[in-house]
């Protein structure tokens, strides 16, 4: 292979010819232009292996550490938004009209939340695990009131509890951790109506004898509806 850069010439002279100063210079010319443009593309080629190298060779323990970190969408507009500054992890997700719709993180005290929030930035619904071993779901209507609550007690005691639009309890389920279970209506008074129960062994049983229950007094009156355990709202956040 002839090394001598002469050859590479284009539109170089033949044998014997006279070549002008000026034409040498441009063709001189010619031949730097052509190397710098293949020096950019073999540097362009090496930046972009070495960058694939790199992600390649990232040891499975590297990691990226921030404090807040936001991803927007094509228009610059927040839609994921991710921060632990405030000393507990937070996630929150925006619509397209920059309304908070979803939330979720660990509080101070060792609660994991979730919530749902509508167009009008109400919850509607929250869940949350409780450090103690709880856990629970609310739904909640339009105006941000609690209407049905759900329960999963460490103790193994599950209970649905519905809630009128005033507030009011007036359908509550309970299974108990011993395999007893009960169903209350109240009235609008907050007074049970009516309950069926069955025991451990599955024997149909009046409420006061139903495990959770403890038997009145006067046994000629309704017994009160058992509370839900700890009875909490498992609001998020």
């Known amino acids: 292979m002839n090394e001598d850069p002469r050859e590479e010439l284009e539109g170089a002279p033949g044998p014997g010819a006279e070549v002008p100063a000026d034409a040498d210079a441009e063709a001189r010319l010619r031949r730097v232009e052509r190397s710098l443009r293949q020096l950019r593309i073999a540097l362009a080629a090496?930046?972009?292996a070495g960058a694939a190298l790199a992600v390649a060779g990232l040891p499975s323990r590297a990691k990226l550490s921030v404090r807040e970190l936001a991803v927007e969408d094509a228009d610059g507009r927040v839609r994921i938004s991710l921060s632990a500054t405030?000393?507990?992890p937070a996630l929150e997700h925006y619509d397209a009209q920059g309304r908070l719709r979803i939330s979720e993180g660990v509080d101070a005290d060792g609660k994991a939340g979730w919530t749902l929030l509508d167009t009008g930035g109400r919850r509607r619904v929250a869940a949350a695990a409780f450090a103690d071993g709880d856990s629970g779901l609310a739904?909640?209507?339009g105006g941000g009131r609690v209407r049905i609550q759900q329960i999963a007690a460490a103790d193994g005691t599950a209970a649905t509890l519905h809630l009128?639009?005033?507030?009011r309890k007036r359908?509550?389920?309970?299974?108990?951790?011993?395999?007893?279970a009960v169903d209350s209506y109240l009235d609008p008074s907050g007074s049970v109506r009516l309950q069926l129960g069955t025991d451990a062994e599955g024997e149909a049983v009046l409420p006061a004898q139903a495990g959770g229950y403890e038997a009145r007094d006067d046994g000629d009156e309704a017994p009160a509806v058992a509370e839900a355990p700890?009875?909490?709202?498992?609001?998020?956040r």
């Open 139 to 141: 739904l909640l209507d």
């Open 164 to 167: 009128d639009a005033q507030g």
């Open 46 to 48: 090496a930046v972009a």
């Open 230 to 236: 700890r009875g909490r709202s498992p609001a998020a």
């Open 86 to 88: 405030k000393g507990a």
């Open 171 to 180: 359908i509550e389920t309970i299974a108990t951790g011993n395999g007893s």
